[in-house]
């Protein structure tokens, strides 16, 4: 069972360069997130999405974008890299927004 | 908004002691509640749930309650072990679904 992956798994950004975090799931899941992750901040949602071609802003959206054109994939794009952005991102998924979420393994962003 | 509280980590304890990590919510109707573990250089899985007032969620040893006259969602553990190390999240969804809110997280370090 592949579940969440995420990739890549460790990435390393020039100041104003651009990326994309890839994030696909095999579950049929309709619910689709982006987190990232800070020391001591707990988990942030940035974007997320009810089905393919339904994407909403989380609490801290800027600098960031997404699309869902299928139910599996759901790219996180990171315009303009800035150090702010240094962190851990998780994708998650789940069959309804019902808080039982299966993350991937997470993507570890530095940007310099 | 909704939010969620946790004590601050880090948590030391011996082998086979007593667990409690406190978590407080605030939040409109009648949320869910949810605790995650992230054990080291994994992504968060669930670890146990509750839907509605008095419900108890257990899942490893692990108990919650669902205190709505406190607004708490109190982890416990009656004797932990070594590989119950990892940093614990409290969680919350609001009644009508959609995005699941985290406390900050709470480090679990236990010693032989």
């Known amino acids: 069972n592949a579940g969440v992956t995420q990739t890549p798994k460790f990435r390393i950004l020039k100041i104003g360069q651009s990326m994309t975090l890839q994030c696909a799931q095999d579950?049929?899941?309709?619910?689709m997130y982006w987190y990232r992750q800070d020391p001591g901040m707990g988990l942030k949602l940035i974007y997320y999405?009810?089905?393919?071609?339904?994407?909403d802003k989380g609490e801290v959206p800027n600098g960031y974008n997404v699309s869902r054109s299928t139910t599996e994939d759901f790219p996180l794009r990171l315009e303009l890299a800035a150090p702010s952005q240094t962190s851990v991102y998780f994708c998650?998924?789940?069959?309804?927004?019902?808080?039982?979420?299966?993350f991937g393994e997470g993507s570890r962003l530095t940007v310099l | 908004g909704d939010s969620v509280t946790q004590m601050e980590g880090p948590v030391t304890l011996s082998e086979e002691a007593f667990l409690t990590i406190n978590c407080t919510y605030t939040?409109?109707?009648?949320?869910?509640l949810f605790w995650y573990v992230q054990y080291p250089g994994e992504g968060l899985q669930l670890l146990l749930k509750?839907?509605?007032?008095?419900d108890k969620g257990s899942n490893k040893g692990f108990e919650a309650t669902y205190r709505k006259e406190t607004t708490s969602f109190h982890l416990e553990k009656g004797s932990v072990q070594v590989s119950d190390s990892a940093v614990y999240f409290c969680?919350?969804?609001?009644?009508?679904?959609?995005?699941?809110?985290f406390g900050q997280g709470t480090e679990l370090s236990v010693k032989p």
């Open positions: 579950m049929n899941h309709n619910y």
């Open positions: 999405s009810v089905g393919a071609g339904i994407t």
């Open positions: 939040a409109t109707g009648y949320p869910s």
């Open positions: 509750a839907t509605k007032a008095d």
């Open positions: 998650a998924s789940s069959k309804q927004g019902t808080g039982e979420l299966f």
């Open positions: 969680a919350l969804i609001g009644g009508q679904g959609g995005k699941l809110i």
